[in-house]
């Protein structure tokens, strides 16, 4: 049910195109909420026929042309009816500690490799993330939006921060049991 708002949030900032909102998507909501083009383009068709956003007029109408949408009375109100609504929180569904699950009937054999791989993955996402606070939030911009902006990204950088902590200590754990025996770790 999150996606139409997240097109939603993302057109009240901005009237885009479907391209337009794909590569804003890769930019921020897509660090938190995944989509893919197919899919933004089937909701926006979705969003249009429930008359919650629609197609901007064109001064000269040009076939092949971009359509740019805009956020109808109704898709704010749906927004901000969808923001008060009370929801609770999604189980964590991650491959890595399902296969670190595993690795304890199995042996955790191969898993040291795959545990840096993901060390480097989280190390260079929290450098991202670092990086557009310092781009995008200087301490000037404290304006409801930046405030509400910068909370959702700082959620993200403590994320990040969470896994690099929890990686290093199954790094450690899992090299001590390879220390401890054959067969029994990276």
Same mark, same amino acid.
Do not use: C, N
């Given at each position: 049910?999150?996606?139409?708002?997240?097109?939603?949030?993302?057109?009240?900032?901005?009237?885009?195109?479907?391209?337009?909102?794909?590569?804003?998507?890769?930019?921020? #909501?897509?660090?938190?909420?995944?989509?893919?083009? $197919?899919?933004?383009?089937? /909701? *926006?068709? %979705?969003?249009? @026929?429930?008359?919650?956003?629609?197609?901007?007029?064109?001064?000269?109408?040009?076939?092949?042309?971009?359509?740019?949408?805009?956020?109808?009375?109704?898709?704010?109100?749906?927004?901000?009816?969808?923001?008060?609504?009370?929801?609770?929180?999604?189980?964590?569904?991650?491959?890595?500690?399902?296969? #670190?699950?595993?690795?304890?009937?199995?042996?955790? $054999?191969?898993?040291?490799? /795959? *545990?840096? %791989?993901?060390? @480097?993955?989280?190390?260079?996402?929290?450098?991202?993330?670092?990086?557009?606070?310092?781009?995008?939030?200087p301490p000037e911009r404290d304006a409801v939006e930046d405030r509400l902006r910068r909370l959702v990204l700082h959620?993200?950088?403590?994320?990040?921060?969470?896994?690099?902590?929890?990686?290093?200590?199954?790094?450690?754990?899992?090299?001590?049991?390879?220390?401890?025996?054959?067969?029994?770790?990276?």
């Amino acid at each position: 049910m999150s996606l139409p708002h997240a097109i939603l949030t993302a057109l009240l900032e901005k009237p885009s195109s479907g391209l337009e909102l794909t590569r804003r998507f890769d930019k921020s #909501i897509g660090y938190f909420w995944s989509a893919t083009h $197919q899919q933004i383009y089937r /909701e *926006l068709g %979705r969003l249009e @026929e429930s008359g919650l956003i629609r197609e901007l007029p064109s001064e000269v109408p040009v076939r092949g042309q971009k359509k740019e949408y805009e956020v109808l009375a109704a898709g704010g109100a749906e927004l901000a009816r969808w923001v008060g609504e009370s929801q609770d929180p999604k189980p964590m569904r991650d491959p890595l500690l399902l296969r #670190i699950r595993a690795a304890g009937v199995v042996g955790p $054999q191969g898993l040291g490799p /795959e *545990l840096r %791989r993901h060390l @480097e993955l989280h190390r260079r996402q929290l450098a991202q993330y670092e990086a557009i606070e310092e781009k995008d939030f200087p301490p000037e911009r404290d304006a409801v939006e930046d405030r509400l902006r910068r909370l959702v990204l700082h959620g993200g950088i403590a994320l990040e921060t969470f896994w690099l902590h929890w990686l290093e200590e199954a790094l450690g754990e899992v090299e001590d049991m390879a220390a401890d025996g054959p067969g029994s770790g990276a």
